[in-house]
């Protein structure tokens, strides 16, 4: 939902629902200033460009999908299908935006199959087709595969670096929690 949601938080949302939306733009924001991931963007070709940070997001997601069990004790089936019931009870009260692509997350269960290297290629094929400028954003799969094991000693070292903030920031640590 915070991919979703611009701008001021509306003020009628639940309060669980304000703190995920502050939790994710702070991650967002840690993760355009560190080192990890500055590491990651310069791994990748000039040819990307500005979309270097996309790639970079894609790449981290397939990690924590491939590696769930390092972060989390619930499986990543049970996660991603109390997601998608979640996604499903409040479809109306979702972003449009999200409200859109939440069907097409569920029936091709996108949180699970990030962990499939061409799915990555997908998804960054499918967000480049949104952009204003083109840019040739699944070629970055064969920079996953060249260097995967540098991609995720990086992603590593910010899932270290994000769980610290987490935990400093908002006194979360248990992150199984919904």
Not at 143 to 167: K, P, W
């Amino acid at each position: 939902m915070g991919d979703f949601v611009k701008g001021p938080l509306p003020a009628d949302y639940p309060e669980k629902i304000t703190l995920g939306l502050q939790l994710h733009r702070r991650i967002d924001s840690l993760a355009q200033i560190s080192s990890h991931t500055r590491q990651s963007r310069q791994r990748l070709g000039p040819q990307f460009g500005h979309g270097r940070g996309i790639i970079v997001d894609i790449f981290y997601d397939h990690f924590l999908a491939a590696n769930w069990s390092d972060y989390a004790t619930e499986p990543l089936e049970n996660y991603a299908n109390k997601i998608y019931r979640l996604l499903q009870e409040h479809h109306t009260q979702l972003p449009s935006g999200l409200q859109q692509v939440a069907l097409r997350m569920i029936e091709y269960n996108w949180l699970v199959s990030y962990r499939q290297r061409q799915v990555v290629g997908r998804a960054l094929e499918r967000i480049a087709q949104r952009l204003s400028r083109p840019l040739p954003l699944a070629e970055g799969v064969n920079d996953l595969a060249a260097h995967e094991e540098l991609f995720l000693h990086d992603f590593r070292g910010f899932m270290t670096e994000a769980t610290e903030f987490v935990r400093d920031e908002f006194g979360i640590t248990d992150f199984n929690r919904s």
